[in-house]
């Protein structure tokens, strides 16, 4: 099981170009979540999921976009690059209910720097 | 909402010592609480939880955290260190309503010394 995978590891883009994070997941847990983790800042929740078709906003949602069309893939959307998003992304799952439940399981993480 | 708040940025200590990460947090609801750990240019894994029940609560790596209701805490402890518990290591709290919202605090960078 690759667990949960991000691409692409590392991306530089201009400010007002567009591009997409993907994650994806092979646990088969309906909840899956993104973060972006700043310097001195923890982890902040940008958007999640609980399942297939159905999204909501987290912290920080402004200037991302998400959808959920499988349970494996979430991917998300920055529509117009800014400097501020400037940040490492990661992407976590978990399943409910069950032994595990609430256990986040994080991606390897998107380096994103916007000039 | 909730809130997390680590007291200390950085924890320097040497090999074989005792250390506490402390943790305090902040909610008008029943919440779970955990500790995630981040290795350099990794993501988090999860070292430990608490959902409900003893209030002691043992993780991964030996590991402990001990959820106090009433000064709403959950600190993290380890009797002894070593050179590769050196990370970064992360409180974060979620309302027992919407597990979904992980709030984490700013995290403790731990350091290990010889």
């Known amino acids: 099981n690759a667990g949960v995978t991000q691409t692409p590891k590392f991306q530089v883009l201009k400010t007002g170009q567009s591009m997409t994070l993907q994650c994806a997941q092979d646990m088969n847990h309906e909840y899956m979540s993104w973060y972006r983790q700043d310097p001195g800042m923890g982890l902040r929740l940008i958007h999640y999921s609980v399942g297939a078709g159905i999204t909501d906003q987290g912290e920080v949602p402004n200037g991302y976009n998400v959808s959920r069309s499988t349970t494996e893939d979430f991917p998300l959307r920055l529509l117009s690059a800014a400097p501020s998003q400037t940040s490492v992304y990661f992407c976590a799952t978990y399943k409910f209910p069950g032994v595990r439940a609430y256990e986040q399981y994080f991606g390897p993480g998107t380096r994103l720097t916007v000039t | 909402a909730q809130s997390v708040t680590q007291l200390d940025s950085q924890v320097p200590v040497f090999e074989e010592a005792p250390v506490e990460l402390r943790c305090n947090y902040s909610s008008s609801v029943s919440v779970y609480l955990f500790w995630y750990v981040q290795y350099p240019n990794q993501g988090l894994q999860l070292l430990l939880k608490y959902l409900s029940g003893s209030t002691l609560v043992k993780g991964i790596n030996g590991f402990e955290a001990e959820f106090n209701k009433s000064q709403t805490s959950f600190h993290l402890r380890k009797p002894s260190v070593h050179i590769s518990d050196t990370a970064e290591y992360f409180c974060?709290?979620?309302?027992?309503?919407?597990?979904?919202?992980?709030?984490f605090g700013e995290g403790t960078q731990l350091t290990v010394n010889p």
């Open positions: 974060a709290v979620s309302e027992e309503t919407s597990g979904s919202r992980l709030t």
